[in-house]
């Protein structure tokens, strides 16, 4: 399988809507400044880690590409049938 996109730990998911809220502002503006292109999406998902649930937040690597984001892991893709979708569109991930 290859690497096909990025994800972020955004930490505890109690303690972690806030940032996820300000991550989806800019994702979206940028989204929509490159005329919401289908190569890009964006998507969220609760994930055990250890002992604890982890917000982690799913990015294309276009998306990626244009927002810089920092402490980001090239991944591959997870199953995401559970995620939760913001920017683009389900059908258009591959």
């Known amino acids: 399988m290859s690497l096909s996109c990025y ?55 276009e998306l990626q590409a244009k927002a810089g984001l920092d402490k980001v892991l090239l991944c591959t893709r997870p199953t995401l049938l559970d995620a939760c979708y913001f920017l683009g569109e389900q059908d258009n991930v591959s």
């Open 7 to 61: 994800k972020i730990d955004l930490g505890d998911a109690m303690l972690a809507e806030q940032r996820l809220a300000e991550l989806k502002q800019v994702l979206t503006d940028i989204f929509i400044g490159a005329h919401k292109p289908q190569a890009m999406w964006a998507c969220y998902r609760h994930e055990t880690v250890g002992m604890h649930c982890h917000l982690m937040l799913y990015l294309s690597v």
